[in-house]
Nanobody
Framework: QVQFVESGGGLVQPGGSLRLSCAAS????????MGWYRQVPGKQRELVAR???????NFADSVKGRFTISRDNVKNTMYLQMNSLKPEDTAIYYC???????????WGQGTQVTVSS
């Protein structure tokens, strides 16, 4: 089973930027539709952005125009560039494969993003 490891989170001021990375353990990653999810305590995990194997992207309305998702199929890595960050973007961010519209496979530890002054 392919494993995913998230990194790049941290503490940033409102209006700042961060770039998250998701490293996959196998090259079959290139065949997967992948997604970035986020979760805050007491709430369901939500899909933030999605990217298909050929690079087509979709975003949640809450992040459109601020976040960009990309992938490097040679490095088996997916990225989430987050700009104009808001306090409501504070969450643990996870990546996972998407199959039939649902997350597929085990979750990693995620990476904490905190937006605060």
């Amino acid at each position: 089973q392919v494993q995913f490891v998230e990194s790049g989170g941290g503490l940033v001021q409102p209006g700042g930027s961060l770039r998250l990375s998701c490293a996959a353990s196998a090259s079959i990653f290139r065949l997967y539709t992948m997604g970035w999810y986020r979760q805050v305590p007491g709430k369901q995990r939500e899909l933030v952005a999605r990217i298909t194997p050929d690079g087509s992207t979709n975003f949640a309305d809450s992040v459109k125009g601020r976040f960009t998702i990309s992938r490097d199929n040679v490095k088996n890595t997916m990225y989430l560039q987050m700009n104009s960050l808001k306090p409501e973007d504070t969450a643990i961010y996870y990546c996972n494969r998407i199959s039939w519209g649902q997350p597929f496979g085990s979750w990693g530890q995620g990476t904490q993003v905190t937006v605060s002054s």
